[in-house]
């Protein structure tokens, strides 16, 4: 048998970065899912993305922490040997780091995931650090921040003025100086990726932010082409899973109403 693949840790990346090794981050939100992607990925993210992708909403602000320790605890429950993170939802960390500290504390305890990600730079460097100095291991967020997307002005690239670069230059230098142990940077241009991953001694996660990250990352469910309702620039779908699912419904669908299913081979006939 082949051998178990070693469980992936927050000093593994670092190390990652170190040896230029390509770090690989998908969404999840469910066990099945996490034990098919457990063997190939590094890092699963259990994402606030699940309230648009499962949930149906327009935004990610209407997560909530109970959905997220929900959908975390079934995705910790796939995994052996990705690391699973799990994205705190808005206003569970913004309010204050005593806040942070028990709704991200909360998050560890109830799922047994291994880090959770937070939006923000410079502001939110205060509460990163009060996390990590109680072992609570943190991946940062800048660029396009879904939990700003009202005060961003809707969903568009970020960084392409030189104050707004100087901005997310010292907004990540903030956060590995916090300890956060990765920094996702979603929506940047290139150059500006490229910056900000070469001034860092901690991994980037790029997803919209070209190929000089330290890794990438995206939502499962659009990679795989199952949500055949989004397109943008960055996405590229490695499967188009959305016309399979209707192909085997109308297929199903179609030998039940002709009663074709089920057949004897299908049946028990004791």
């Not at 890092?43 to 949930?55: E, P, R, T």
């Not at 005593?98 to 502001?123: F, M, P, S």
């Not at 996702?184 to 932010?209: C, D, H, K, N, Q």
Request: glycine share 8%.
């Amino acid at each position: 048998m082949p051998d178990t693949p070693k469980p992936v840790t927050t000093l593994e990346l670092l190390r990652m970065k170190e040896r230029k090794e390509r770090i690989v981050m998908l969404t999840c939100y469910d066990a099945l899912f996490a034990r098919l992607l457990d063997p190939t990925v590094d890092i699963l993210l259990v994402g606030d993305s699940v309230n648009q992708v499962l949930a149906g909403e327009e935004t990610t602000l209407s997560a909530t922490l109970d959905q997220m320790i929900y959908h975390t605890r079934m995705v910790r429950r796939g995994a052996s040997h990705a690391l699973v993170v799990c994205d705190l939802p808005f206003l569970t960390y913004q309010v204050s780091p005593t806040d942070a500290v028990r709704n991200a504390g909360r998050v560890l305890k109830e799922t047994g995931c291994q880090g959770v990600k937070l939006e923000g730079g410079r502001t939110m460097a205060p509460t990163v650090r009060t996390l990590v100095d109680i072992g609570i291991p943190v991946m940062g967020h800048l660029g396009l921040t879904p939990q700003s997307v009202n005060a961003l002005g809707g969903y568009r690239v970020q960084g392409r003025d030189d104050a707004a670069v100087q901005r997310i230059k010292d907004d990540a230098k903030a956060l590995e100086d916090a300890g956060a142990f990765a920094v996702v940077l979603e929506l940047l241009p290139t150059a500006v990726a490229a910056e900000v991953t070469a001034l860092l001694s901690v991994p980037t996660i790029g997803i919209g932010a070209g190929p000089a990250c330290d890794g990438q990352v995206l939502v499962l469910h659009d990679m795989l082409g199952l949500n055949d309702r989004f397109s943008a620039k960055f996405l590229k779908k490695y499967a188009s899973l959305a016309g399979d699912v209707r192909t085997a419904a109308e297929a199903y669908a179609a030998d039940v109403r002709s009663g074709r299913y089920p057949d004897p081979d299908h049946s028990f006939a004791k």
